[in-house]
């Protein structure tokens, strides 16, 4: 089973309008709501490729509520572990032609709810594997990735991190299947650059060293590159009309396991990906995700 942990859940509202002026009224032409969360998107795009998984994470009031309500419907498995305080709201406005991105911190998260948390992985068995995606809410601290890693180790759970928290150099020790950085991640964490195929090169060669098994790294408009620590992949991304970057890296993920941890080549698992990627980053939220097969037609994946 894929299990897929959030610890700061989000309702991701986008809202459409003219162009802002300050100190008026500025009327919206359209807005959408959308459950959301890093891990929780990568169980909806996992979902929408037919492949089961299981959502853990942190939630609370009204806006939390919706979210489950919303995975429910879908059919998904989730197991909340509740807050007190409600669920945080992004909020994104596209005004024809900037993107405006407001993130909140998220809500606090006690001892009590920690606890919780590691009582739930307690289901996790060998064969399993464990997406963690996201920020950290208020009330954690990077040792909480600690306690997970080490308890996913004595259940034989394979780990895939989507973290953008420094503590990720430290984490490597642990040997986890797949990491997901992105260029500018590489550069803040690990000072790493990434502009040419041979800084890639290189930056994989460290990412293994330090205990990374498997690394995919998305470059946004310029594409992904996968490495296995014996081979190297290169997949573009394909034009698209940028409406929102929000999600796009989750969903590529999503789609990207849902191949690859099935036994799938990388070249395939890389193009869906990619097209995903795309598809998500041209709407708002996850979008319908109903172009993926012709973008897929677009790219060509090459080795490194």
Known sequence: MIYTLTLNTAVDMNIFSDALRP????????????????GVNVSLVLNHFGVPSHILGVFGGFTGRYIVDEIRQRAIPVSPVWVSDPTRINVFIH??????????????????????????LEILQP???????????????????????????EKGCEVILDISHPSLRQLLEYKPLLIKPNDDELFDIFGLRVTTPQEIAAAFSELHRLGARAVLLTLGARGMAFSDGERRWFCPAPAVELISSACAGDAALGAFLSLWLSGASVPEALTLASATGADVAAS????QLA??????????????
Do not use: M, W
């Open 23 to 38: 100190a008026a009224v500025n009327r919206t032409r359209h807005t959408e709501y959308c459950p959301n969360g890093k």
């Open 95 to 120: 005004d024809g032609a900037q993107e405006y991105k407001l993130v909140n911190p998220g809500n606090r998260v006690d001892d009590t709810c920690k606890q919780q948390l590691l009582a739930q």
């Open 127 to 153: 064969g399993d594997a464990l997406a963690i995606s996201g920020s950290l809410p208020p009330g954690i601290d990077s040792g909480f990735y600690h306690d997970i890693l080490r308890l996913c180790r």
């Open 284 to 287: 708002a939220g996850l979008g």
């Open 291 to 304: 172009r993926i097969d012709t973008l897929r037609t677009q790219l060509q994946v090459v080795t490194l």
